[in-house]
């Protein structure tokens, strides 16, 4: 029997109500300590996860339990069958992917705003978390240095989503249908979406959600040679080539910190090129545009104001925990004329009178997480200073992690580094000299890249992830975990170096001759 | 100067890492302990905030501060600033909208959650997180007592997302996709969706946002006499004049307990319409759908079995804090052939066995939080019995309050209680009597029943919203609210009947006659 006292015989309203204040409090601790715990004992874990496919349901019972349990009980149970199965985003060791930066402020205030578990539709069911949405949007386009037309003073605005996906499916639905109310409903399938082939994938997928015929995609394509950012001439030219064959220039997603890369898409360019044909430019800055709020690296945004709206994620590199998509936009009327809906059972006074903001025209859903209430005691507790240097030291970090490699003649960057992500891979000639061939295919260099990337993650000392541009496997080190410190990154890169040590031992004739004899 | 020490000069790794476990464990414990606080004094608040629209804007600073604030800090500003912004949805005296059910399982899953602060977007990237949400998704078809069909090892399955509006727009575009693939993708603007005047509204802003022209939404009317539920026999009039005119029939959203009045549409006939014509049919049971693992009340949705998928938003009455909405569907394969991506930088050996779920390609996003976790610990918490036990307790409330409403004659029920939903309002007779008129109109009713209904809210004892539906203004008297009782029913009966006496009592000839001597 748990900790609850219940009585099946007696009324139900004899139980112990489930947010009794002292349970809750008891229970409350138990759990701050067990992730307490959690935190201090991180690096013993493998990053990556080591369980094979299917390894719960063999340990979980296979219907749901009719008698309650311990808190003390789940918490073991968290302990033997859940953390094995966890990859650790939160591991100083995880360089996969982008972070997904957590915090004591971001924790804590997730479980404020679960704990007043307020549903924020419309201003009147919950003012607060409506305004306090606009107050740290406004501030944090602020910090941002975005022009005022993305701020509510300005006309503008921000809203809090849960992912970029929502931020742009909610924008290309809103230009979709300012087109289609000019244009007639029938033109959907001339509208036509534009990207570069190093656009985050969820464009294209929310785009043909939006019923946009995946044939009227574009991906352009990039090259090594221009860091893989999308050239204005090459939109311009897709563009051209649209309009011969009769279609309609929808919207264009360009990318501030691409996720194989963290290429940079020149937005005033674009933007330019886009406004010749009255398109709607969305900014995906989901993992640099967090950066931005340091001065010196503003200037990797330069042209946003340009766009038409722009969107980062806070839960990637802000200490805010998932979910937390900041949008910005210069026109939410265009969301709202799109996405209102006014039924009977949410009309208010505060709604009729139009001085407050109902967020549910603004976004997909109806309801909504008081996510603001976390970002504001992220940006309360730490101070801008405080996220400036937090920011600053990660892409120290890459700095430093890319002259290492650069020292090591084995290895090669792929690309420059782009805020805290470096790029790289074992190089062909160590390849060849270890092997003492003469040439080396690109398919072989990608073959011992990737066995050398799966052989470190293998072990769960480390987590990296890879990407393939222009038909290169690359490495990909992505510093921007909380707990992170230059010693891991010392740690990492170490351990890289004798992977690779025994990645290219392997090829080496010497032991390609001995294991034969064997 | 706040808890953290942070030496601007000095070199930024210096600073008191973010989630150092110590300061963690204090400032969670100081969390938890305001938020038993909060939970003991919730009845002083008033339950819909009181505020006006601008009050925070008033009394936050213009912009971010730079230098970090204490927990202390923070807490108190949370106390002074943001709780009379607050629309208590916890508070027992709650009966507005539909509940959002919270408790410290929840509460603390989600927490816990948060911590690990994973992003499940494919099995590789945690398999705790995507094995717990198959195992628990099994459980609840289980408790709902769900066709096998609907389960993984029947080749179906269960995914959890944030909202309603999510599953819909899922299936929808899914459900869309099959019908382009078969029909050409120009046969877009000829689908037509279905649903009953009563649907929820986001179930036409979801196949708006799919790309169905609004033209093609079919609201079909439903009456008093029929307690709102769509008739089969309407739906098959709506399809067969659609299809006279060259359209294509494909999608009904056929609901389980709507919100304004809680009303159920008979899900096997309405089916055996749809499979007719090939459609899909979503289940929406949002609200209703949680006390269906009540054996009892389980009929309410027979006919499921022929549904194409099935959802309910456990954060409204399940104990599971926002959000958590349950979609179960018989195809997979649907969803995955419309929404995968299987961009190089997500590939993974796992993924590439075919012998995991990555759920990124069941959902509309990337991103997803490990929302099983919470829902995983309220059934373990609390056990299959006590969450049955206390969905009944609130049904139970719910005709404790219809028996005291059919006492008072001033009153009328205007649809039978569905579920803990009643739905009453001062009724014409009464509004004669008092004003010794012989003849009232609807309209006049309304007024009266809406200034009721506000006289009540502005005080801030209860809070209650309306709906109005075939002309009729009516009072929604939900209950739900985690730690509502008996008595807090009672209450806010008394409450109720003292607000119709002054009401009223203002329009007896009397006291007008009394006011325009004044």
Known sequence: MGSLDIKQESSPYTMTNPLDPEEFRKQGYMVIDFLAEYYKSLEEYPVRSQVEPGYLRKRLPESAPHKPESMDTILKDIQTDIIPGLTHWQSPNYYAYFPSSGSTAGLLGETLASGFNVVGFNWISSPAATELETIVMDWLANMLNLPNSFTFSGNGGGVMMGTTCEAILTTITAARDTFLNKYGPDTISKLVVYGSDQTHCSFFKSAKIAGISPSNFRTIKTTRSNSYSLLPESLKSAIEADLKNGLIPLFLVATVGTTSTAAVDP????????????????????????????????????????????????????????????????????????????????????TDTQQVVDYKDWQLTLSRRFRSLKMWMVIKSYGVDYLRNFLRSHVDMAIYFEQMVKKDKRFEIVVPRSFALVCFRVCASAVIQCCGQKFLEEEKLNEINSELLESINSVGKIYMTHSLVDGIFLIRFAVGATLTEVHHVTYAWKLIQEHATIVLGKRSPKNIISSQCE
Chains 1, 2 share one sequence.
């Open 267 to 350: 937005l005033g360019p674009l933007c330019d090129v886009a406004k010749e044909y009255n398109m709607w430019v969305h900014v995906d800055a989901a993992y640099a545009g967090n950066a931005c709020i340091c001065p010196e690296l503003r200037y990797m945004i330069n042209g946003v104001e340009k766009a038409d709206s722009f969107s980062f994620n806070a839960h990637k590199w802000f200490l805010t925990t998932l979910d937390c998509c900041c949008l910005f936009v210069k026109n939410p009327n265009a969301l709202v004329r799109c996405l209102s809906t006014n039924p009977e059972y949410l009309k208010n006074k505060a």
